[in-house]
């Protein structure tokens, strides 16, 4: 590269990657493929439009991608439509919002305390500003279970267009059959947001919205799945001609959201990223996908119980996912940013995350969040989280002993070089 700063700045990006334990349960390392396919030819190319209908020409390669990733993405997930542009999953939200909603329309969907997302309405977002979000919420947060009852009372009162069940930070399954059936009840659309567990539902570790009558998915492409950074939103329903206005109706969601993306919200897709999600699909379909899933979970469920036994006070009591949240106010008497400062300091990458009904502010809140998916994809099996727990616990306790914390880094950097990124491969 002649570009002498960018290329250090990449290779010292790599050797952090390297040498450290990426436990944010949002990322991943991507397979060399992928990587080619992002850094392709692709990136030079402009395609308003769908595969056959497009605005420009030379388009004969890109609507092979395209089609291909669509292709795979209603395999994995069995859904009847896929539109793979957007550029990630905040847009792929606005995305459905602008396709089937009318400015101050209602939302309901789980608030951002108890595990919710920005993009589901929280009041600092364009879409809140837009439309009007009600919010369920946890009914006990020792278990996680959603208070059901209450959602219902609320789909009642407020009569919302849409019923949202997803999340970024909550560490249980949705019971998918009762917001159907509460979504049916009041004539909502069913969405739901898998952005954090595409992977586990992709291999069927995790349940399948559609399964439930879900007429919408959104996700991203990047977490658990495995793929570059972008989003994607599946759809049950008719595919029509997305340059066509049809009729809102649910079988029409499909042409409604492919329409809801170009021309309603992006210009040309990015057709590398694309050609990058083609091959993540295509990866997530093999049979080993689903071993690397299956092992996500069983390396979460292990080390949420060994943080336990080191003093972590768990929300929702442990994980049925690769996430897990624990109150460290609670636990140690100290905040999510300081947690995060002192495991940083030894290689251990997680985030701050505020609680539910967290007492304190959001950029210093009273929780972590951690997951699983990154270190599975480099082969860490349960046997290491007894360690990793411990590493943990010892870093909270000496955050203030530089000498002890740079032991720890050590021993966390000789652990992890023993484990390649996938990159290296
Ligand atoms: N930032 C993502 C996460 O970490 O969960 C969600 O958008």
Redesign the pocket.
């Known amino acids: 590269m002649k570009d002498i700063q960018i290329e250090k700045l990449i290779a010292s990006e790599e050797a952090r990657q390297r040498d450290g334990l990426e436990l944010?349960?949002?990322e991943n390392y991507v397979s060399r493929d992928v990587l080619t396919a992002l850094g392709s030819v692709f990136t030079n190319k402009y395609s308003e439009g769908y595969p056959g209908k497009r605005y420009y020409g030379g388009q004969d390669f890109t609507d092979q991608i395209e089609q291909l990733a669509i292709d795979r993405a209603k395999q994995l997930f069995r859904a009847d439509h896929a539109n793979v542009q957007p550029h990630s999953?905040a847009p792929a939200n606005e995305a459905v919002y602008n396709a089937w909603l009318q400015p101050g329309d209602t939302v309901l969907a789980m608030d951002l305390g108890h595990g919710g997302?920005l993009t589901h309405g929280a009041p600092v977002t364009r879409s809140a500003q837009l439309y009007n979000f009600i919010r369920y919420k946890m009914k006990d947060t020792t278990t996680g279970e959603i208070d059901y009852d209450n959602l219902r009372q609320l789909a009642l009162e407020h009569k919302p267009k849409i019923i949202l069940a997803g999340f970024?930070a909550y560490p249980r399954e949705l019971d998918y059959a009762k917001f159907a059936e509460i979504g049916n009840e009041v004539g909502a659309l069913l969405m739901a947001d898998m952005?954090?567990i595409a992977g586990l539902i992709a291999a069927g570790v995790a349940k399948n919205p559609f399964d439930y009558g879900f007429h919408v998915i959104t996700t991203?492409t990047h977490k658990t799945l495995r793929g570059p950074r972008g989003g994607m939103i599946l759809s049950m329903g008719k595919v029509g001609n997305p340059l066509r206005k049809v009729e809102k109706t649910l079988e029409n969601i499909p042409t409604l959201i492919d329409r809801s993306i170009f021309p309603g919200m992006q210009g040309g897709p990015h057709m590398h990223s694309i050609a990058a999600k083609a091959v993540a699909f295509y990866e997530a379909l093999q049979p080993e996908f689903k071993d690397y899933a299956k092992q996500i979970v069983a390396n979460a469920s292990v080390l949420a119980d060994e943080m336990q036994k080191q003093g972590f006070v768990l929300l929702t009591g442990g994980t049925s996912n690769h996430l897990i949240l624990a109150d460290v106010y609670k636990s140690f008497g100290i905040d999510g940013k300081t947690v995060e400062h002192a495991l940083d300091a030894i290689g251990l990458n997680v985030?701050a995350n505020a609680i539910a009904d967290d007492t304190l502010p959001p950029f210093r809140p009273s929780g972590i969040r951690l997951g699983t998916p990154a270190i599975t994809t480099r082969g860490f099996t349960t046997e290491h989280m007894p360690q990793i727990a411990l590493w943990m616990r010892q870093a909270i306790d000496n955050r203030d002993n530089p000498k002890v914390l740079a032991k720890l880094h050590k021993e966390v950097t000789a652990l992890a070089r023993q484990f390649p990124l996938p990159s290296d491969k």
């Open positions: 944010i349960p949002s999953g997302h970024s952005a954090h991203t985030n």
